[in-house]
């Protein structure tokens, strides 16, 4: 009898435990849930914006020339470091590493490049507010390609392909005593670099398909397109987990900066984050209302009106979430391998080392957070390649 | 009939009233009254845009020549705006453009408007959700 009752006990309590812990059941889409997914959806993106402070960012001659300078190694110290060392292809336009590795070990993780030309900031910190200004820093940075502008610009008078096409976009090549004029041609050179960048955009996920579907109506297509532990997983994350706090808008960004209490690593001194980065942007000639943009209104009002702060300290740019695959580790060092681990990173909310953590602990079970990496997956799309062929009527085409 | 007519226009200016006085804002101490214009309609996240402010007196004068600030930010979420809005011109009859604001998530937001005008200081708090 007693052997009975212990079996029974045992029994009840592991059908409790496998119901306490069963994975979470969808529930039918609401009205609001629609009108946040929606806002998430890549059909939601609109046309890239335009860039007035780059003169040649729609120009098809600027994009064929960017992209041979984005894979072009002579734009460094070695001769062999190129964007593309650590901004690669095939990984999403990352590198796969904590720290990028070129000359030496970059600052920080290696951020991918696909539909930066709808942020308002480039960088983990904002330290530059246009593509072509992010794209000439790392040319002079020690760690990345080490070299200089003049010897830039050396590289591309001394090849006949790279100076002719140069001459025919922006006019003669600089006398090297000329400062201004060097300062103008570097600029030039990034405007290149950012007219490539500026095509390499996110497309259309299995997430965006679903969210189609489901303002369509169409049930079919739904289930389909996304399994009960995908669903459960993307409204945990419009719903109790808050992911669209930040991690909002169709490239699930804000393009804003928070510390969410990434901690650095061992012996290493906390990085203080937007709140340097928002003074160096505001001191850089390159910037939107310096002398080398293109943009005679100088409509700058993202860096006018920027803040300063002490929330900002260890704050950092919210990533897009769009092509998470591949592009492991994450976080502005790499800190965290994986995407279960930053999940857990998010459900514990640990104290910010500087500055304040503006996250809370989610408290979610460790189902949800199986559920929500599920969801986090369907986010990926084709490769965007990066061979774009300006055709003899000027056409970009873009092959996938 | 008539009488009809003059309830149902009546009752259009009782409801024209009350839609006003939705967007109206009074001061804490009741000095000044505040209402505003986006040039973003509706204002949507992550699109810096422009505001108009208006504001009168306790007793329905025109404000001009008044010293603005703007702050705000998310109570529930302990953080600020992530611009630093300004009042960058003037414009007539008690209007004033207000500049760079941007909000970056969806939710409760509430804005500090500090207003100071013929040596008085009031501030408003402006409530929005998006």
């Known amino acids: 009898m007693k052997r009975f009752l212990l079996v029974l006990v045992i029994a009840g309590v592991a059908a409790g435990a496998s119901w306490y812990f069963r994975p979470l059941l969808p529930e039918p889409w609401t009205d609001a849930d629609i009108e946040i997914l929606r806002s998430l959806w890549i059909g939601n993106l609109g046309p890239v914006p335009p860039d007035p402070s780059n003169a040649v960012a729609d120009n098809p001659l600027a994009v064929e020339f960017g992209q041979r300078l984005f894979f072009d190694g002579r734009l460094s110290a070695n001769g062999s470091i190129s964007c593309s060392t650590c901004h690669q292809p095939v990984r999403r336009f990352t590198d796969g590493l904590q720290k990028g590795q070129a000359i030496g070990t970059s600052g920080r993780n290696t951020p991918s490049i696909i539909g930066s030309a709808y942020s308002p900031w480039l960088f983990w910190d904002g330290r530059r507010d246009s593509q072509w200004s992010q794209a000439i820093a790392p040319l002079e940075d020690v760690n990345e390609h080490a070299t200089d502008r003049r010897q830039v610009i050396r590289v591309v008078a001394g090849d006949p392909t790279y100076s002719e096409t140069y001459e025919q976009l922006f006019g003669e090549l600089p006398d090297e005593a000329d400062e201004a004029a060097v300062n103008a041609a570097f600029s030039n050179i990034g405007k290149a670099i950012a007219a490539f960048e500026r095509l390499l955009l996110p497309t259309p996920s299995r997430f965006d398909d679903y969210v189609a579907a489901v303002i369509a109506g169409d049930v079919a297509a739904q289930q389909n397109l996304y399994t009960d532990d995908e669903i459960v997983g993307l409204q945990l994350f419009i719903g109790k987990a808050n992911c669209t706090q930040c991690h909002n808008g169709p490239l699930l960004t804000n393009h804003e900066f928070h510390n969410t209490g990434v901690i650095s690593f061992p012996g290493e001194v906390p990085d203080k984050g937007r709140v340097l980065g928002v003074r160096e942007v505001q001191s850089n000639a390159f910037n939107c209302s310096g002398p080398y943009s293109d943009d005679r209104d100088r409509n700058c009002a993202e860096l006018e009106y920027a803040r300063t702060g002490p929330e900002l300290i260890g704050a950092f740019r919210t990533p897009s979430l769009r092509n998470l695959e591949n592009t492991a580790p994450f976080m502005h060092k790499g800190q965290i391998a994986t995407l279960s681990a930053v999940l857990r990173h998010y459900n514990e909310a640990p104290l910010a080392m500087i500055g304040h953590n503006e996250t809370k602990p989610l408290k979610l079970r460790d189902s949800e957070l199986r559920q929500m990496e599920a969801f986090l997956h369907t986010l990926s799309a084709p490769i965007v390649t990066v061979e774009y062929v300006a055709s003899d009527r000027g056409e970009k085409q873009q092959r996938q | ?130």
């Not at chain 2, 101490?29 to 505003?36: A, D, H, K, N, V």
Request: aromatic share 8%; net charge negative; glycine share 8%.
């Open chain 2, 1 to 130: 009939m008539k009488a009809k007519f003059v309830f149902v226009t009546f009752f259009c200016m009782l409801l024209q009233q009350v839609v006003a006085a939705d967007d109206v804002w009074v001061s804490k101490r009741g000095l000044f009254t505040l209402s505003y214009a986006s040039a973003l309609q509706p204002i949507e996240i992550n699109r810096i845009h422009q505001w108009v402010l208006h504001i009168e007196s306790e007793s329905g004068e025109l404000v001009t020549g008044a010293n603005i600030e703007v702050t705000g930010g998310m109570p529930a979420h302990d953080h600020g705006l992530p611009t630093r809005p300004r009042v960058t011109t003037e414009l007539e009859d008690g209007n004033y453009r207000l500049d760079g604001m941007r909000f970056h998530m969806a939710g409760n937001w509430e804005l500090t408007i500090t207003i100071v005008a013929n040596g008085k200081t009031d501030t408003v708090i402006v409530a929005l959700h998006l």
